[in-house]
């Protein structure tokens, strides 16, 4: 395997990484925003998110296509996948973010007449990012793990450097494989830290005061 086909296996392994993460995070916001705005759905939300995470990840990419009639080594399996494991860790995460922002700035925002969606996405969101980011740093973590097993099944990404050194006993493959998910999964989270950094200007300049 040559150096070509290994930038190509990384460049799948980010896709498939990156994809579930945003998707998971664009349905996680409006549940949490849901299990915190309506308590009595709080529990069980989270009590089915947390269930879902505890699928076996080989199991799971099995299934999905007898489910979604996919062909086995279709990259949408693992993208199903990882999504519904994102949604687990970050419906909590958005849900208990969203809870830690103070009492006083949504008095504040009512005060100055933001009607309930503007507030949400102008004052009580931007608050509680340092919250969600955090979750999404470990999604991120999780999903550049998880997309390994998928190479069990055919799906080219790192994972495939694995097996191929499974397969004729050959170390640097293995080797390799590791060095790049721990390269793929520092830079991810690198620019989660960097993203949240950017959208909360004032930790910043509480930092400095």
Known sequence: ??????????????????????????????????????????????????????????????????????QILSPVNVVVALTIYTLALLVRTVADGLGAVPDDVRQAALAMGYRPLPRFLRVELPVAVPVIGAGLRVAAVSNVSLVTVSALLGVPQLGALFVDGLNRAYLAPLITGIVLCVVLALLLDGLILLGTRALTPWQRERGAT
């Open 1 to 70: 395997m040559d150096w070509l086909e290994v930038v190509v296996l990384f460049l799948q392994h980010l896709w498939l990484s990156v994809v579930p993460l945003l998707l998971g995070l664009a349905v996680a916001i409006p549940l949490g925003w849901l299990a915190r705005r309506y308590r009595r759905l709080y529990a069980p939300m989270l009590g089915v998110t947390g269930l879902a995470y505890t699928i076996p990840s080989l199991a799971l990419f099995v299934a999905l296509p007898v489910i979604l009639g996919t």
